[in-house]
């Protein structure tokens, strides 16, 4: 089954109003693959979210960073999946290692905002990734795999989930997972779903790769047969990240 490419640009708590005019000018006068090729999702942080929406060229679209568990009332400070709909924010990402380090979100928890956001009508990119310790202990396996069945227990329809492998060393550091790093974790993935939610869910799913990753190395690793796109965080504030959607195009060589 072919499984269009997928771009995701992670802005995380960055930008200014002037910042963000900025890079929206650089997306918007890019030349890139069309929408047949690449799928392409930025997400800035909730305050940008409207005013992105608004001036982004019609091809690509807005990701929200993080939505509520449930329906939205007594919380204060979150933001609710009605909430995006209503703005018409298509996107969200899920469960990010840095909210599940640094807010303690748990694999259930993150299984019952996937469940929830999907329940409302956003699409979820939903991210599994492995720490330091976990990879030098050998058991990033089993570290994504329960991570993705804490998902897999809430939701029945994958239709509208992107899977993102982002290995915690990665993020951040410029340590970036070795191509066949990367193409290993997401074979045993995409294992997981076909012994676990079956064949059609295992071919039909992305699982796209974040960690580090730049206009230099974006083309080696798409090519992995088993690595459908990125999630990129630095890289997709600067131009490079133009170079990083174009790398799409590897898939049509492969």
């Given at each position: 089954?072919?499984?269009?490419?997928?771009v995701?640009?992670?802005?995380?708590?960055?930008?200014?109003?002037?910042e963000v005019?900025?890079?929206?000018?650089?997306?918007?006068?890019?030349?890139?693959p069309s929408e047949?090729?690449?799928?392409?999702?930025?997400?800035?942080?909730?305050v940008?979210?409207?005013?992105?929406k608004s001036?982004?060229?019609?091809d690509?679209?807005?990701?929200?960073q993080?939505?509520?568990?449930?329906?939205?009332?007594?919380f204060?400070?979150?933001?609710?999946?009605?909430?995006?709909?209503?703005?018409g924010?298509?996107w969200?990402?899920?469960?990010?290692s840095e909210?599940?380090?640094?807010?303690?979100?748990?694999?259930?928890?993150?299984?019952?905002?996937?469940?929830?956001?999907?329940?409302?009508?956003?699409?979820?990119?939903?991210?599994?990734?492995?720490t330091l310790?976990?990879?030098?202990?050998?058991s990033?396996?089993?570290?994504?795999?329960?991570q993705?069945?804490?998902?897999?227990?809430?939701?029945?329809?994958?239709?509208?989930?992107?899977?993102?492998?982002?290995?915690?060393?990665?993020i951040?550091?410029?340590k970036?997972?070795?191509?066949?790093?990367?193409?290993?974790?997401h074979?045993?993935?995409?294992?997981?779903?076909?012994?676990n939610?079956?064949?059609?869910?295992?071919?039909?799913?992305?699982?796209?790769?974040g960690?580090?990753?730049?206009g230099a190395n974006?083309k080696?690793?798409?090519a992995?047969p088993?690595?459908d796109?990125?999630?990129?965080?630095?890289?997709?504030?600067?131009p490079?990240?133009?170079?990083?959607?174009?790398?799409?195009?590897?898939?049509?060589?492969?």
């Amino acid at each position: 089954m072919c499984r269009k490419f997928f771009v995701g640009g992670n802005w995380k708590c960055n930008g200014t109003i002037e910042e963000v005019k900025k890079i929206v000018t650089t997306l918007n006068e890019a030349e890139v693959p069309s929408e047949d090729v690449v799928e392409v999702v930025v997400s800035p942080p909730f305050v940008f979210l409207p005013f992105v929406k608004s001036l982004l060229r019609s091809d690509f679209q807005v990701a929200a960073q993080n939505s509520w568990v449930r329906k939205g009332g007594a919380f204060t400070g979150e933001i609710s999946a009605e909430m995006l709909v209503n703005l018409g924010v298509p996107w969200v990402i899920l469960g990010h290692s840095e909210r599940r380090a640094l807010l303690n979100e748990t694999n259930e928890f993150v299984g019952d905002k996937v469940a929830y956001a999907l329940s409302q009508g956003l699409k979820v990119i939903a991210c599994v990734g492995e720490t330091l310790e976990q990879r030098e202990s050998g058991s990033t396996v089993a570290v994504v795999a329960a991570q993705t069945k804490a998902i897999a227990d809430k939701v029945s329809n994958w239709a509208h989930i992107v899977l993102a492998y982002e290995p915690v060393w990665a993020i951040g550091t410029g340590k970036v997972a070795t191509p066949a790093q990367a193409q290993e974790v997401h074979f045993e993935l995409r294992k997981w779903l076909h012994d676990n939610a079956g064949a059609e869910v295992a071919a039909s799913t992305r699982i796209i790769y974040g960690g580090s990753v730049n206009g230099a190395n974006c083309k080696e690793l798409a090519a992995q047969p088993d690595v459908d796109g990125f999630l990129v965080g630095g890289a997709s504030l600067k131009p490079e990240f133009i170079d990083i959607i174009k790398s799409a195009t590897v898939k049509k060589n492969v």
